[in-house]
């Protein structure tokens, strides 16, 4: 298994709701990656996590929570979001924390 | 401010043609750059990686060069081919990715018509 999954593929919430993102990996990889993109932007790193510890969190509001709850699930609570927060949120993983890492197919989030 | 800069958003080839996509970047602490590409649906997939201690790393029809004093990578694919029509993703690294802070442009839309 070579690859990084993500569920839902498509969310829409409203600013009062809390939701949650799901990324999985198993691949034995110690290093799983939150990433925000939205449109005609790059990638924007918002959390890393090293061995199921928080080991960078990008000065991303409190209203996304991070969770790693073991070395193959990587979790993005959500709880009231703003509409400027629909983005496409990628998930990654690599062995331990390097600039080579795969990527799931993103979960694509809107807020309404 | 962009620290990676991809100036063309998009290109367009024809098959068995060469595609040389191009990437600048402004800060001179990252020193390990890569490639990713990304069809629609999917996430980015790494392609390929140069250190600053290189200046070319070629892995079969894909050859990235770095200019360090000018701060500019491109990316070469010989020959093109109609599969090779994807979003192409520089990213750079500084302490050799250790941190995992892949600095992103913004993305060149490949096009190789057959």
């Known amino acids: 298994d070579t690859e990084v999954t993500q569920t839902p593929k498509h969310l829409v919430m409203g600013m009062t709701n809390k939701k949650s993102l799901k990324c999985e990996q198993h691949m034995g990889h110690r290093a799983m990656y939150w990433y925000k993109q939205k449109a005609k932007k790059p990638p924007e790193l918002m959390f890393v996590y090293s061995y199921e510890k928080l080991s960078i969190n990008e000065s991303v509001p409190s209203r996304f929570s991070p969770e790693c709850p073991n070395s193959s699930l990587l979790n993005l609570h959500l709880h009231a979001l703003q509409p400027e927060d629909s983005a496409l949120y990628l998930c990654a993983s690599s062995p331990v924390i390097s600039y080579e890492q795969y990527f799931g197919p993103g979960t694509r989030l809107t807020v309404t | 401010d962009q620290q990676v800069k991809q100036n063309s958003p998009s290109l367009s080839v024809q098959e068995g043609r060469i595609s040389i996509l191009n990437c600048d970047y402004t800060n001179s602490m990252f020193d390990y750059f890569l490639w990713y590409k990304k069809y629609p649906a999917e996430g980015p997939t790494f392609l390929i990686s140069?250190?600053?201690?290189?200046d070319k790393n070629e892995d079969g029809r894909f050859t990235v060069f770095l200019n360090k004093s000018a701060k500019h990578l491109s990316l070469h694919i010989v020959p093109s081919q109609p599969g090779d029509s994807a979003v192409y993703f520089c990213a750079a690294s500084a302490i050799g990715g250790s941190q995992g802070n892949l600095i992103f442009g913004k993305g060149t839309k490949l096009s190789v018509k057959p």
């Open positions: 140069i250190s600053s201690i290189k």
